[in-house]
């Protein structure tokens, strides 16, 4: 060979070996293309020739020395081709282990050995070309050998399992069912076993026995490890395995050692059961029932309580196809054949679906067609449908003339038919079914007495027919008020409304409660117009309820409003609501005033202070202040409010002042505060209003300062 | 969508193996084309797990979670604690407080005085359990109910206490419980979303919700929990706005899906994929939701049922009936929150007035399910995120007092979907601070919670950020004494 390819087939091995060594080192991080998944996915290809090659030179370096047909074995090329393609085998490995899914003590040992070949190719390839080996020639050829011989066998083992090989002379016990009938399931196997094998089988497996114990054949479990016997039959508190578990965990001999998943209390508890009944592999768990601790393991375990007969899995064409924006059909569970199909009361509903499902009739547990308008044809296909378990009818357009067509479905557990006009002669050949648990017919057309009958015959059956209809008096709601304004300039109108049908609304303006009784109030009929400040009080009444509570609302009129006006000290910074615009917004602020945002706070050196200004001077006689008191909060009413006016800018006159008087307990709600004005026309005014500075000595804040909530300013 | 992911995952990759090539050469540098992180930054990491269906047969189909928002107390509720009576005023022993944290608000406080109930119980059904007469109603369906003394959590403050119960943990951005079903289980309706949230407000003190709690978190956002508000439009922007015909709106779409298909073809990111979907899905609610919202056919019985609130929209008992009328619907995850329960001051009063909005509602929607055969297979759950102090928060008297929050115990109750009816579960010490037997955080109630679902926990898990994400993160188990 000419020594540019053999430095190229150097190079080669080179790079290769390399690469190898790297990848595997940082394999962790390994972030895998698609492109070389496919690589990886011709390793069962290529590790063929690495296999022949490292057998074929290892066998011959185990001939004599000068053995001349074998000299090819001792040339430098034949091991760089071993060692490169050696390499590259592994890399295509390294690739495909990737994907995961593979046993990882059994892929470390396959991968080293792999990663030896390749090294051991290597320094034969490079001694050979150099002069002497370090050892006799045999020594390499038998480590080649057995290298690869470990190495081929971790390799089918990953790819067959372990007992591929032996199987034939020495089958493997039978693979155990994922699902078992709660009625057939075994203490050991079904309930003790899954524990081991969750946290036990990981380091006490043929692969890797862990104080020579091996958990996962029966003989190993009960010939125990390398202190004896694990479980002492009858006696778990003396049983190692036990005792083991029951140690602190920072303990040496914890088992499972610190740090690895460890076994919950239950899951100690049904072990410590299986050992105190006596360890015996074959009791069923059905001979224990109801016993708490194996109560409590079945109920957190997976295992369904019924277990379905096995039927073929319908047709995922045939289920797509049936599938529509009415009708939806998905597996009762991932894997499971039995299906459960949702009708739903859609635009697009129809009638022929049920038909239809006849396709996928053998598959469907469950179907839930409340609330959509099948009438009594659909029934005929609904009881072709064999094997439905539970059948939802509630508020349809059966008139259950032909339900007892229903009693085709052997299977049948629960029936819905609430919310129809069914007859009792129509229902009570249902109460025949064989296997029917539930029924449900709350809401039919049915007398006392037949109610009474269906009851009697009803016998085991669950049968629900609902509550009896509220005869107790109750409330009526309020009326509801539609975007009150609550603050007008010349009028505003008050909506009222009452979402139950034939309610009456009572209402009046001087004051009074309303009283159907008494005969005070008036009817609502139309909308409520409002010119002047008044209080509406409103309730909602109808026979057979009693009269809701009384709701009110206030209306406050502002017939000037200020055609500029500022405010000369700035709200509280946590409470500017709205902006200052609000004082005259003609909107009332609501009382959640944290998130509300019609209101300014003012507290300790702020207080209100706003100069307004008319283009046309109007006659005033009155203004007021719109308060907030919520007595919790320290929102109590003002200190005072004062007035003042002029015509000349700067030129201010006292036209009013009121003080209020300090209250002597808590006040809640919004209250109004008003200070009579010298009439006259005014230009400008100016409106003044302090908050408490200290509050009294009954408050749970007392002398602190109190907080002064406006939300309009009104000037009449 | 996982095939879209795992595709567009190996564009990326791709495109970055052959750039990498044109620059190194060697072993090493190959070498590092496989090592994307030995070099640069971690790659987000799609899905590990094929979910839509459950593991195994599931006990319930459905969810309806009333969230009490704020934190009723226990105290007030339905952990009975008669000798408090005689330790009316007296300070909460040290022993007992345990140096539990305080929030900042009763931090301060120098004196812990014990504040028994305000208010009366009395036992109901078979096995007697304790209601305090706040909840007349709810005492009447305690044969239905399994009433849970012992839950506990780690957060003292609302939002993070909220966001636990909802995602698992405290800081916001993780999938809420009705994503993880919806990403877990699938829909039921394809009309509807999975995962659907209503809310509503008390007069009593109230906290904010924010939409965190009901995001999809790094979840395809097909997931997030839709809003349905109370009033005229019950989800903004449905309608067709004025002018625009059905077959216009329809053709706008499938213009726009074109578009997003173009770009998806091009950039290959999922979400795109996610709002194509999310497009038809608001056309199909722009049909299913005004039927949904339309309650004529809800007779009169019913109304007085859930009590004549039930027909003004955004009301407790309105939302507690259409929590029926979406599960009847197929709705996976019915999410319902009512504001007000943050009792500081006023207790008496505030929570007076609290129970009143939902007792009767919350009674009516057991019973009505129960009628309907609807019981058997929806899990009803009733509670807050943390309960409240035994001791007296502020001033204190005999008819007024406050409590603080309190992460310890409290209760909250559940009821059908493979639940065991007629039980209390847990017990607490004569204070109601500390749990004694049966302990249940929310890890555990979530785990539980899930496995009625049908399923497993620890394995619907979604890899994000180089890291494996489940709803009860790395603790959780199964609380079997309240399954039946």
Not at chain 1, 356 to 367: E, H, P, V
Request: aromatic share 10%; charged share 20%; net charge positive.
């Amino acid at each position: 060979m000419n020594n540019r390819y053999r430095s190229i087939l150097e190079n080669l091995r080179f790079f290769l070996s390399i690469l190898l060594v790297f990848l595997m080192v940082f394999e962790r991080y390994m972030h895998l293309p698609a492109l070389l998944a496919v690589l990886g996915r011709m390793h069962p290809l290529v590790l063929h020739f690495p296999v022949t090659l490292a057998t074929v030179g290892g066998l011959a370096l185990l001939m004599p020395d000068k053995t001349e047909w074998v000299s090819w074995a001792r040339k430098t090329e034949f091991w760089s081709i071993t060692a490169s393609i050696t390499a590259l085998t592994a890399l295509c490995g390294l690739f495909l282990s990737r994907e995961g899914g593979y046993d990882a003590a059994t892929l470390n040992w396959h991968k080293y050995s792999a990663l030896a070949i390749t090294l051991c190719a290597g320094y034969l390839a490079w001694r050979f070309g150099r002069g002497q080996l370090h050892l006799p020639q045999w020594v390499f050829g038998a480590t080649t050998l057995l290298l690869t011989f470990i190495c081929g066998h971790q390799g089918g083992v990953l790819t067959h399992g372990s007992n591929f090989l032996l199987e034939p002379i020495r089958p493997s016990a039978s693979a155990t069912p994922v699902v078992v009938d709660l009625k057939k399931a075994k203490v050991f196997q079904d309930a003790v076993r899954p524990i081991l094998e969750k946290k036990c089988f990981a380091c006490h497996n043929p692969n890797k026995t862990k104080g020579d114990l091996l958990m996962t054949t029966l003989e190993g479990f009960k010939k125990g490890g390398k202190n004896g016997a694990i479980f002492v039959a009858f006696n778990p508190d003396s049983s190692q395995m036990v005792q083991m578990a029951l140690l602190p965990e920072t303990d040496d001999l914890h088992m499972p050692p610190q740090g690895k998943p460890q076994l919950t209390p239950e899951e100690l508890k049904v072990i410590h059961f299986w050992i105190k009944k006596g360890a015996d592999f074959g009791a069923k768990i059905s001979a224990y029932l109801p016993n708490d601790t194996l109560a409590t393991w079945a109920k957190t375990s997976s295992m369904p309580a019924e277990v379905l007969p096995d039927i073929s899995a319908a047709s995922k064409t045939s289920i797509e196809r049936l599938k529509s924006d009415f009708c939806n059909i998905r597996p009762l569970s991932q894997g499971s054949p039995y299906l459960e199909v949702v009708i739903l009361n859609h635009q697009n509903y129809q009638a022929d679906v049920f038909k239809k499902l006849a396709k996928i009739g053998k598959n469907i547990y469950r179907l839930e067609a409340s609330g959509t308008p099948v009438t009594d044809k659909e029934i005929k296909s609904i009881a072709g449908l064999e094997n439905l378990r539970e059948l939802g009818l509630g508020k349809t357009k059966i008139t259950g003339e032909n339900l007892p067509e229903l009693l085709n479905l052997k299977h049948l557990r629960i029936l819905k038919l609430h919310g129809n006009q069914l007859k009792s002669k129509d229902v009570e050949p249902l109460l025949k079914f064989p296997g029917l648990q539930a029924l449900y017919l709350w809401g039919n057309d049915f007398s006392d007495k037949d109610l009474q009958q269906l009851r009697k015959k009803a016998g085991k059956m669950h049968l629900d027919l609902g509550t009896s209809p509220d005869t107790t008096t109750l409330q009526l709601n309020k009326p509801l008020a539609e975007k009150p304004v609550a603050y007008f300039q010349n009028s505003t109108q008050l909506i009222l409304s009452h979402p139950m049908r034939g309610v009456k609304i009572l209402y009046t303006t001087d004051g009074k409660n309303p009283d159907e009784k008494a005969g005070i109030g008036m009817v609502y009929t139309k909308p409520i117009v409002v010119k002047q400040d008044q209080k509406i009080k409103y309730r909602a009444e109808l026979s057979g309820w009693y009269a809701s509570v009384m709701d009110s609302l206030e209306f406050k009129k502002n017939n000037f409003i200020p055609d500029r006006f500022e405010l000369k000290i700035p709200a509280n910074s946590r409470f500017r609501g709205g902006g200052d615009s609000i004082l005259f917004n003609l909107t009332k602020g609501a009382p959640n005033y944290s998130t509300n945002d019609g209101w300014l706070g003012f507290e300790r050196n702020e207080h209100l202070d706003v100069e307004c200004y008319f283009k046309n001077p109007p006659e005033i006689q009155k203004v007021s202040i719109g308060t907030l008191l919520e007595d919790n909060s320290y929102l109590v009413p003002p200190s005072n409010l004062e007035v003042w006016g002029t015509n000349t800018p700067g030129k201010w006159e006292k036209i009013g002042s009121q003080t209020y008087p300090i209250p002597d307990g808590p006040q809640y709600g919004i209250r109004y505060f008003d200070c009579k004005v010298k009439p006259g026309k005014y230009a400008y005014v100016k409106v003044v209003s302090k908050p408490i500075p200290k509050l009294p000595k009954w408050h749970r804040g007392k002398g602190e300062p109190g907080w002064l909530f406006v939300d309009e300013v009104l000037i009449n | 969508m996982q095939k879209e992911i795992l595709e567009s995952k190996l564009n990326i990759n791709r495109r970055a193996f052959f750039s990498k090539m044109s620059v190194g050469i060697g072993s090493l540098a190959l070498g590092s084309l496989l090592i994307p992180e030995l070099f640069k930054g971690g790659e987000e990491d799609a899905a590990t797990l094929i979910p839509g269906l459950s593991q195994f047969a599931p006990k319930a189909k459905r969810i309806i979670y009333l969230f009490q928002s704020g934190a009723p107390s226990q105290l007030e509720t339905f952990d009975y604690k008669p000798k408090l009576r005689e330790m009316f005023g007296k300070e909460l022993p040290g022993s007992i407080r345990q140096g539990q944290r305080l929030t900042g608000m009763t931090s301060g406080q120098t004196s812990f005085p014990i504040a028994p109930s305000y208010i009366n119980f009395k036992q109901y059904g078979q096995n007697g359990t304790w209601v305090s007469d706040f909840f007349p109603h709810i005492g009447k369906i305690a044969d239905d109910i399994c009433v849970i003394r012992t839950m506990n959590t780690e957060a003292i403050n609302h939002d993070p206490a909220i966001t636990f119960f909802q995602t698992g943990n405290q800081q916001s951005g993780r999938p809420s419980m009705g994503a993880w079903m919806s990403y877990g289980l699938g829909s039921e309706n394809e009309n509807l979303p999975a995962f659907m949230v209503l809310t509503s407000r008390g007069k009593g003190n109230s906290q904010g919700l924010y939409a965190h709690l009901w995001g999809s978190g790094f979840l395809d956002s097909v997931h997030q929990g839709v809003m349905l508000r109370g009033g005229k439009n019950p989800v903004l922007y449905l309608k067709d706005p004025e002018g625009m015909s059905q077959s216009e709106r329809r053709q706008m779409l499938d213009q726009i899906a074109e578009l997003n298909q173009n770009s998806y073809e091009k950039i290959g990111d999922p979400e795109t994929m996610a709002r194509i979907q999310q497009y038809e899905m608001a056309y199909r609610m722009q049909t299913s939701v005004p039927e949904l919202m339309d309650l004529k056919d809800e007779t009169d019985n019913t109304v007085k049922l859930y009590g004549p609130d039930c027909l003004v929209p955004g009301t407790y008992a309105s939302n507690c009936l259409l929590a029926r009328r979406l599960a009847e619907r197929g709705v996976r995850f019915v999410q319902l929150y009512h504001q007000g329960w943050d009792q500081h001051g006023n207790l008496p009063n505030e929570m007076g007035g609290q129970a009143k909005d939902v007792d009767q509602a919350s009674a009516a929607l057991i019973t009505d399910l129960k009628q309907r055969g609807m019981l058997e297979d929806t899990l009803v759950i009733w509670g807050g995120e943390f309960g409240r102090t035994v001791f007296c928060q502020g001033d204190f008297k005999a008819d007024n007092y406050g409590r603080d929050h309190h992460p310890r115990c409290f209760s909250i109750w559940m009821a059908g979907g493979g639940i065991k009816p007629g039980i209390t579960y847990g017990e607490t010490d004569d204070f109601s601070y500390n749990v004694v037997r049966d302990s249940v955080p929310v890890h555990d109630f979530q785990a539980t919670i899930m496995h009625l679902m049908g399923i497993d926990h620890e394995k619907l898990i979604f890899k994000h950020q180089g890291r494996r994400y489940r709803l009860t993160d790395i603790s959780g188990k199964l609380v079997p004494g309240i399954l039946m």
